[in-house]
C-alpha cells in the first residue's frame, strides 16, 4: 500500500522559510519520479514541483520557480521541498505525490500558512 506522510508545515510571516519533508513507504520509491502539490482555500490543486527518480531533473511551476527547491534522498525514501521567500498567496496544504504529474496518490497533507 502507497503511503506518503507530509511535515514541515504551518504558520510563518511573509518572507520567511520553510522545509517540508515527506516520508514514503509502500513502493519502490527510488524509482518513482515524484511530485508537489498545493491546493489553497477554495481553489483546486496546483502542481508546483516534480522531480524524476534520479533526482536530477526537476521542474517548478512559475509562481514558485527561483524560491523553491524539491529534493530527495532515496535512501531513507524522503522527499522534501524547501520552500523561501514564502508569500502570503503561498498559503495552502501541501501535499506530495507519487509520479510526475498532479494525479498520483498523495499523502494527507501538511497545512501552510503565510500571514503577517
Known amino acids: 500500500e502507497v503511503q506518503l506522510v507530509e511535515s514541515g508545515g504551518g504558520l510563518v510571516h511573509p518572507g520567511a522559510s520553510l522545509r517540508l519533508s515527506c516520508a514514503a513507504s509502500?513502493?519502490?520509491?527510488?524509482?518513482?519520479?515524484m511530485s508537489w502539490v498545493r491546493q489553497a482555500p477554495g481553489e483546486g490543486p496546483e502542481w508546483i514541483s516534480a522531480i524524476a527518480s534520479g533526482g536530477v531533473v526537476t521542474y517548478y511551476d512559475d509562481s514558485v520557480k527561483g524560491r523553491f527547491a524539491v529534493s530527495r534522498d532515496n535512501a531513507k525514501k524522503l522527499l522534501y521541498l524547501q520552500m523561501n521567500s514564502l508569500r502570503p498567496d503561498d498559503t495552502a496544504v501541501y501535499y506530495c505525490?507519487?509520479?510526475?504529474?498532479?494525479?498520483?496518490?498523495r499523502g494527507q497533507g501538511t497545512l501552510v500558512t503565510v500571514s503577517s
Open positions: 509502500g513502493f519502490s520509491f527510488e524509482s518513482s519520479d
Open positions: 505525490a507519487r509520479g510526475w504529474g498532479p494525479y498520483g496518490s
